[in-house]
Each structure stands twice: as structure tokens, then as C-alpha cells.
């Protein structure tokens, strides 16, 4: 019989990693505890920034659409001349516009407080009967072969209690400075940063500022950037650096009052209410592996940077959760017992080489901020957040679980972030993003995995789900789709999901009956996002975490992908 007492994942730490991580879970339908040391939420317009593939992987788990209700968009920014301070000198976009497109649905970064992200994602969490257990401070773990053992301080007010947590599996999502890293005792290799990205960041409100813009006054000595948060916050992130007396900045309001004032040369702004103030130096840190056994580590317990580029909340998330998006669903099929052990260890794998590649972004930005000059010059290159920060390119293409026949795989990591320009040109390949489609009209939906509904028209994204891989089969009118659809059949329902797609003209013999969904792609809009010609025939398997897992040209490619997935 089962052991009743013990917990399938034990997560340690609130935040957006362990947040996402635990709904993923619940979308898998995974029993977790998620425990938090503070004894209330957290506060604070930290980790704002949402880039389009968060958005895209928030949208699978189903809570993008509180977040864009809350969120706002990027506004310009605006720098001013010093002395003085009310002259404007420029005034330019952080993160142009990018109209969306079929394949890319959500093309601009949103903003959003991480205090309201957290809420909504715990309010999600709720609605499933999850909640966060406040007050709860892991202080040691003891790793079994068959569990890990956390020892936790329970804390309720004047009340302290010891309790001691058995579970299969351990994430450590509790900071840089968290517990769980350092009882496994993984190396943090990395830096500290100089004196001149020593800051001081705080939530604080400004009063007398337009809001149409972000406000920026500095040069290498000084830099203070005030930034909206929501459409209907006060709030401003606050940030200062170079050789101010920073820890009396910190300490005494009347000293931020007059460095806001000195800094700025306005005397026409008034500070308010500070939700907090602390002293930040930067660190450029990873830890030397994601996992040790039963226990993970991830978000800023397991790499550390500084918030320039606005990476940090969006690599958590995208570490973590499966999110999807890595390890959520791979330790679901694990603990489901359709999946080796040894699947987990691509975790590791797949998310340290993009994440090496964020750390040398996030502090070339910080270094060109503080080059950026009082006078503007070299300011709208230090403040552009577009382009790859939006992390669509992000890709797994060397890894050891991609299967792709259409174009070999790298041996090893090239470009994890997608900047290059590939030598095949813009083919998609085996472990990058899969692309949105839309227009695709619904011959058929047999509910399948994901319980689509039987609709007149519908798009890839509204198909794929965190709880299931998807099979996309671009029929060539032959029977070999019947053969893939029948194999694939094989595997158990509620883990795989077929979709026939086929081009404007459906053969007279179209089996689509066998599959979960058929579509038509009326507007070409698959196969051109995918670069399938109209009569060929392609399976593209993407993986519950939005990513493309295979690419193969028939049965014997999709057995290999699988067999490398589902491997007991």
C-alpha cells in the first residue's frame, strides 16, 4: 500500500519559481506542499517585466489573462538634463512595439508587479486546493534513497513548532540566500559586482511625476530610475548607485529625501509612501548543477544576476514550472511512474547553458547602464529590452531527449538564446519554441487529453497544454498519418494528444476520426510556421512545456522520441 504520510513534492519558497512550479504540478495532477518562511506575502514591485514567452507559458497554464488584466505596457522612457531635471533631453521606447503575428500571438513585454503576479498565481493555487503554508522555515533536509526528509520551524505568531515533511521530491526555490543549495552543498560560482553597481532599490511612491512615462536622471555615479508597475499604482522602482553614503540612504528617510531631490534637481516631487528600501549589490552566481538526487534547485536559489534585462522573474518561471516550462512536467511523469528517474537529469542539461547565456546578458546591460552619461549619450542602448530578451528564441536543440530528423541537432549548446542566424536559415528546429497557428478549422475533436470542446475554428496554442505532449501529423494525404495516428494511440490518453492537420484538400479517404483533433489549416498558417509544404508529410511533437521535442518523418522517429520520454 501507498505511504499515506508522505508528500509526492515538498516546494520551499513562494515566489514566481515555486508558485508556477506548484500549479504545474496541480495541472498534472501531482499533490504538493509549497512552504514559505515569511509569515505573510511579499511586497513590492520587484521582477516587473513579463516577456512574451512567460506570457505564452502563462497562457498554457491558464492565468495569462488575470495577469494581462492587472498589467500594463511598456512605456517610453524619458531622460532629463541635470542640472536642473525638468528638461527633457530624449524620450524613446525601452521595448519598441512589435505587432503580433500568427506564430507570435504575444509579441511585447507587459508589466506587472511580481506582488500582484504572486497573488494572482496564488489566488490559481486556491482554486485547486493549494495553498501556501506562511511561516513555515525549512532549516535542514536529510536526503534519502527513496525520499527526502525536511525539517521545518512552524512559526504562528508567538508559537513555535518543529515539523518534519517526508517526500518523494524537493524543490529549492527559496532565494539565493535559501536553505536548500546549501544543504545540498553545491558550489555558487560567480562574482560580486563593483562599486559602481552597488545600488539601492526600493518600492517607494513618488508624487508630482506624469505617468505616462518612466523617469531616468543619471550619469556613472548616479542612476535613478523611477517605473510604474500597474495602470493604477503610485509606485515607482527606485534605484541608486555610484558613491552616494548608501546605507544612510537606507537607513534615514530624510537622507533619501534629499538625494531624491539633489539627484533629480526637482524640488516640484514628493516622496511617499515606502513599501521598502535596501541596500543590493549585484551578483553573477550559478550553481554547478540543478539537481542532486531528489532534491532541485531553481529560480534565484539556483543563479543569481543582476535586474537588468528584466530576465530574472521570466528565467524562474521558465526553470521551473514546465510552465511549464522545464522541470514541472518531466518530474510529473516521474512521480506518475511512466517515466525514468534519469529523464530529470535533463533538467540540468537543457536550463544551465541558457542560463549561463542570461547571466552574460543581464550584466552587459547593467555595465551599459552605468556608462550610460547625464547628457543621454548611450542611454537608449543601455535601456533597450527588445529583441532576444524576450526570450522566444530560447531553444534546447543539443539536448540529449530532442529528436529531430529534419535537420541533425547540435552536439553541444551553440546559441540557447536564438540570436545567430542558423546556417540552414529559419527552419524550426527540434527543441526551439513551438510556434502558434491560427484560423485552424475543427473537423473533428474528440475531447483527447485536453477535453477540446468541438469548435467551428481554433489555433495550436488553444491545443497545446501543460499536462500532455501534442503531436502534430501534416497529412500528405497518404496512409502513413493513419499508421503514426494508430501507433501513437498506444500510449496512454491522458499523456499524449494527436492532431491531424491537413491542407485545403482533405483526401476522400481522411481518417481523422482516429485522431484526437483534425483540422484544416485554412490559411497555411501550420504549415508555414512549421516550413511544411502543403504535400509533405512532417510529425512535429511539442512538449507540454511549449517546446518542440521532436521532429520526425514517420512511426519509427516518433518511437525513438518516446521511447527516450516514456522509458519504462
Known amino acids: 500500500m501507498p505511504d499515506e504520510s508522505i508528500v509526492p513534492v515538498l516546494i520551499v519558497g513562494a515566489g514566481p519559481a515555486g508558485l508556477v512550479t506548484a500549479l504545474t504540478l496541480r495541472k498534472n495532477g501531482i499533490p504538493v506542499r509549497i512552504i514559505e518562511k515569511e509569515p505573510r506575502a511579499h511586497v513590492g514591485q520587484r521582477g516587473a517585466g513579463i516577456m512574451p514567452r512567460s506570457q505564452e507559458l502563462l497562457n498554457f497554464l491558464g492565468v495569462l489573462d488575470d495577469i494581462r488584466a492587472k498589467s500594463m505596457g511598456v512605456v517610453p522612457i524619458r531622460v532629463y538634463r541635470l542640472p536642473g531635471g525638468t528638461e527633457p533631453i530624449m524620450t524613446f521606447s525601452l521595448d519598441p512595439a512589435v505587432a503580433p503575428t500568427p506564430s507570435k500571438p504575444y509579441s511585447n513585454a507587459v508589466v506587472l508587479g511580481q506582488n500582484h503576479t504572486e497573488e494572482i498565481l496564488r489566488d490559481h493555487l486556491d482554486q485547486d486546493a493549494c495553498q501556501v503554508e506562511l511561516g513555515m522555515a525549512l532549516y535542514s533536509i536529510q536526503p534519502q534513497v527513496d525520499h527526502v526528509l525536511a525539517h521545518v520551524l512552524k512559526k504562528d505568531g508567538d508559537q513555535e513548532a518543529i515539523e518534519t515533511i517526508k517526500c518523494r521530491w524537493l524543490i529549492g526555490t527559496d532565494g539565493a540566500r535559501g536553505v536548500v543549495r546549501k544543504q545540498l552543498g553545491l558550489l555558487f560560482d560567480g562574482e560580486t559586482l563593483g562599486v559602481t553597481q552597488h545600488l539601492v532599490i526600493g518600492d517607494i511612491e513618488i508624487k508630482g511625476l506624469d505617468r505616462k512615462h518612466w523617469h531616468y536622471w543619471g550619469d556613472m555615479d548616479t542612476i535613478l530610475v523611477m517605473l510604474r508597475a500597474t495602470e493604477d499604482d503610485a509606485i515607482y522602482f527606485l534605484m541608486l548607485g555610484g558613491r552616494l553614503d548608501l546605507a544612510k540612504i537606507v537607513a534615514e528617510r530624510a537622507e533619501l529625501e534629499r538625494v531624491l531631490r539633489v539627484g533629480t534637481g526637482r524640488t516640484d516631487i514628493e516622496l511617499g509612501k515606502i513599501r521598502y528600501v535596501a541596500e543590493y549589490r549585484p551578483h553573477v552566481r550559478m550553481a554547478e548543477t540543478f539537481r542532486k538526487g531528489r532534491v532541485f534547485v ?176 501534416f497529412s500528405d494525404g497518404t496512409e502513413k498519418a493513419e499508421q503514426v495516428v494508430s501507433h501513437l494511440g498506444a500510449y496512454p490518453p491522458e499523456l499524449l494528444r494527436t492532431v491531424l492537420v491537413y491542407a485545403d484538400d482533405i483526401p476522400s479517404q481522411a481518417t481523422f476520426d482516429n485522431a484526437d483533433v483534425s483540422v484544416v489549416d485554412r490559411d497555411g498558417q501550420a504549415h508555414g510556421g512549421y516550413q511544411v509544404r502543403r504535400d509533405e508529410f512532417l510529425v512535429v511533437i511539442v512538449r507540454p512545456d511549449g517546446a518542440i521535442g521532436g521532429i520526425v518523418r514517420g512511426t519509427e522517429g516518433a518511437v525513438r522520441y518516446f521511447g527516450g520520454v516514456f522509458a519504462t
Open 298 to 473: 531553481a529560480g534565484d536559489a539556483a543563479h543569481i544576476h543582476s535586474p537588468f534585462g528584466g530576465q530574472g522573474l521570466n528565467s524562474s518561471i521558465q526553470d521551473a514550472s514546465s510552465l511549464q516550462v522545464n522541470l514541472g512536467w518531466k518530474l510529473a511523469l516521474v512521480e506518475k511512474g511512466v517515466a525514468a528517474p534519469s529523464l530529470l537529469d535533463s533538467y540540468t542539461e537543457e536550463r544551465l547553458p541558457v542560463i549561463a547565456e542570461m547571466l552574460k546578458k543581464s550584466t552587459r546591460l547593467l555595465n551599459e547602464a552605468a556608462r550610460a552619461k547625464g547628457d543621454g549619450t548611450n542611454s537608449e542602448k543601455a535601456w533597450y529590452r527588445g529583441g532576444e530578451l524576450h526570450m522566444l528564441g530560447v531553444n534546447y536543440r543539443w539536448s540529449s531527449i530532442v529528436v529531430d530528423e529534419r535537420i541533425p541537432k547540435e552536439d553541444t549548446p551553440v546559441d540557447p538564446y536564438g540570436v545567430l542566424k542558423s546556417c540552414v536559415g529559419d527552419i524550426v528546429r527540434a527543441g526551439e519554441r513551438a510556434p502558434d497557428a491560427p484560423g485552424l478549422v475543427v473537423l473533428r475533436s474528440g475531447g483527447g487529453a485536453g477535453g477540446q470542446q468541438e469548435t467551428t475554428s481554433t489555433s495550436l496554442f488553444n491545443i497545446f497544454g501543460p499536462s500532455y505532449h501534442t503531436a502534430l501529423i
